[in-house]
């Protein structure tokens, strides 16, 4: 996936795709050792000082 990032006074928004490796206990699922790799998007919302004020994270979490 090609990265983007994309941002304007109060908002940015960045595509990429995060990468692992499944080598550790996630909740109830034990390590496979299988590697990942899922497109995601995190879009943020910055106040008038440009702090940021709310983060929210998509990403894929059904594709094998």
Same mark, same amino acid.
């Given at each position: 996936?090609?990265?983007?990032?994309?941002?304007?006074?109060?908002?940015?928004?960045?595509?990429?795709?995060?990468?692992?490796?499944?080598?550790?206990? $996630?909740?109830?699922?034990?390590?496979?050792?299988?590697?990942?790799?899922?497109?995601?998007?995190?879009?943020?919302?910055?106040?008038?000082?440009?702090?940021?004020?709310?983060?929210?994270? $998509?990403?894929?979490?059904?594709?094998?």
């Amino acid at each position: 996936m090609q990265h983007l990032y994309l941002s304007s006074d109060d908002h940015s928004v960045a595509l990429s795709t995060m990468t692992g490796v499944h080598d550790g206990p $996630f909740g109830p699922y034990p390590a496979t050792g299988s590697k990942l790799a899922r497109p995601w998007c995190e879009v943020m919302r910055y106040d008038s000082s440009g702090r940021a004020v709310r983060c929210d994270y $998509f990403y894929d979490t059904t594709t094998a």
